[in-house]
Structures are given as C-alpha cells and as structure tokens.
C-alpha cells in the first residue's frame, strides 16, 4: 500500500468521524491559518511591520528548475494526513494514541515557526513560477513567499517519518507491516524535501536550519537521525549529477552546524 495513493478525503473522514481527533484537526487548521498565513498577509498590507531577511546560497543557482515536481511540493500536508490513515488502516484503533500524538505534534510546529515569523520573516532571491500553470498560480496567490525559516515543508514531513516510525514499532513490534511504514514515510520525506529546492521555492539555506529545530523540539530526532536524512538526499542522479548533489548536501550540513555553533 503506497502512503501517496492513498486518498486525503478518507484520511479527512478519519479524522471527522472521531471527536477527539476532530478536535485536532480543528486546532491543528486554526494554527496554520493564524502562524503561517496571517502574518504573511500582515506584512503585505503593512509594509516594514518587521523585518524581512533575504536569502541566498551561491549553490542555489546549481540546482536544476523542475516545475513537474510541483505537485509534490504541495502535497506535504495531505501526505501527513495519508499517513494518519496509513496507521489506522495497518494497526487499526490502537494507532489513535499515536495519531493523535502526531497530530498535537504538528501544531507545536506551526506555534514554534509562528513564534520565528513574526520577529523575523525570510524569503528567498531564487523563487520561480511558470506562467499559466494553475498549480503555481495557487501559490503565487495564497503563499507570499515569506516563511523561508523555518521551512513547514521540512518540520513537518521529517516530523512526519519520524514519528510514523516511532509509532510502527510499538504497534508493529517489529514486524513487517511497521518496517513498510517506516520506509515509505521516509521516502516521501526525501522527496518532498527535494522538491522544496526543485521548484525553487526554497534556498539551501532553510533546510539545516528547519532540520536543527525539530531536533530540539523532540529530542528523540537526533543529529545521527539529521546526517543520515540528508545523506540521503539527492541520491537520484537523473535529478541532480553526483557531484552537485554531494555539495548540496554538504551546504545542508554546514548550516545545521552553523545552528549548532550558534547554540554554543
């Protein structure tokens, strides 16, 4: 069973059909309404309310423009959801705990990127769109392009792996249904976060920094966890030639140890 395949309307009507987990979702929408999207438009309507830092890795210009990942890029949310699903429908109801737990998870992750937004927003020199595509418009028109970091797209979907892993063991005990979990969860998180930088939408710059934060959000996801994650990127050499995709992955890890530096 691909976790991408599955549909985000079942995973929505796991979600409605419970209280609690309904109760969740509402909070879980109000966040990312009232941390990620008001403060963008905030600053829209009243230009200099605060600071707005630009962004720019000489390594960005390196990585290929492949508008066809597009759709991946917008689908980290809704494969978050699908992998709700994936739980219930593997383990049934005594996922619920652990669902829930991811659900509480993710919106400690808008308040924490809320709490960084609205001292300092980022964005990005190297953003593109092609003209007339209906799915890079909706960004252009519902994203203002100004919480670079902490990337949402990174919290959340290595959060999501990570915790869709924590929870296959204990349900799974090992087996192989909680082994399939945990690799497709992360697959999807290496290419969603791949797709970040492919649409550029996002600078190399923001992917350490994002990787730092969950880890001292939830400890558990350490830095052995982040150098193996990012070791693991752009290992697809159709996408990015060998020896790029080496250096991409290198500026990731000097920025994670710049965070590291700072925190010192």
């Known amino acids: 069973m691909d976790i991408e395949r599955l549909s985000v309307w079942r995973s929505i009507g796991l979600i409605v059909s419970r209280w609690s987990l309904l109760c969740r979702g509402v909070t879980v929408l109000k966040a990312a309404v009232t941390e990620f999207f008001i403060p963008q438009f905030v600053t829209r309507l009243v230009p200099g309310i605060r600071p707005i830092a630009e962004l720019q890795h000489p390594l960005d210009s390196s ?5 066809d990942q597009i759709r991946r890029y917008l689908g980290y949310l809704t ?6 699903q994936y739980l219930h429908r593997t383990f049934g109801n005594p996922a619920l705990p652990a669902i829930e737990r991811m659900m509480r998870g993710v919106t400690r992750l808008y308040f924490a990127c809320g709490s960084v937004y609205r001292r300092c927003q980022s964005t990005t020199t190297s953003r593109r769109t092609r003209p007339f595509d209906p799915w890079f418009l909706t960004i252009q028109l519902f994203d203002p392009h100004l919480h670079c970091i902490p990337s949402l797209h990174v919290l959340t979907i290595c959060y999501n ?3 869709a892993a924590r929870a296959s063991a204990s349900l799974g005990r090992g087996d192989a249904s909680g082994s399939s979990a945990a690799a497709k969860t992360y697959r999807s998180a290496l290419r969603i976060t791949e797709s970040v930088l492919l649409v ?8 350490g920094p994002s990787l730092f934060l969950l880890s001292r959000m939830f400890p558990d996801y350490d830095d052995e966890q982040i150098r193996r994650f990012v070791s693991d990127l752009f290992a697809d050499s159709r996408l990015v030639d060998v020896r790029t995709a080496g250096r991409l992955r290198e500026a990731i890890l000097d920025s994670y140890r710049d965070m590291l530096d700072l925190e010192r």
């Open 161 to 163: 792996y990570h915790q």
């Open 63 to 67: 990585i290929p423009f492949v508008p």
């Open 79 to 84: 494969v978050w959801l699908k992998t709700l």
């Open 200 to 207: 550029k939408q996002h600078s190399l710059l923001d992917i």
